[in-house]
């Protein structure tokens, strides 16, 4: 089994879970730790090499808000283990890819493909941007 790890300061964990489940349905695959509720970066990490632990033969991916951040930087530590991936920049995109591709097998075709859907997930929209679209479109403002 696959199994999907939210890991962030606050409770930007839990809110993209629950923003998933509204969006996806149940995700039984996925876990939120969030620093508001378990308190650091420590705790989060000793609650995650428990889940692993627990669940040797299950591949864990585990999406952090912050490269170089304080949850990062201890769950980064848990690569050494074959069986966990560490992805930062989590957001809504990585996560719903990651929960509809659940079925295919090849976990690092999704995890590269789920990188690339976070990065292009991120863009910059204005005046002057919508005005150019419009006008590919022939529509007007």
Do not use: W
């Amino acid at each position: 089994m696959r199994r999907i790890i939210l890991a962030s300061h606050g409770s930007l964990a839990e809110g993209l879970y629950s923003a998933a489940k509204m969006i996806a349905g149940q995700c039984e695959a996925v876990s939120a730790y969030g620093m508001d509720q378990y308190g650091s970066p420590e705790s989060i990490q000793k609650k995650i090499k428990e889940q692993i632990a627990q669940n040797t033969e299950d591949e864990f991916i585990i999406l952090c808000d912050i490269k170089g951040g304080s949850v990062h930087n201890q769950l980064f530590m848990l690569c050494t283990q074959k069986n966990v991936t560490v992805l930062t920049g989590a957001n809504l995109s990585m996560l719903l890819n990651l929960v509809m591709e659940s079925e295919n097998e090849n976990t690092m075709e999704i995890i590269s493909e789920t990188v690339d859907i976070g990065r292009s997930n991120i863009d910059t929209f204005n005046c002057k941007t919508l005005q150019e679209q419009l006008e590919q479109t022939g529509e007007e403002m």
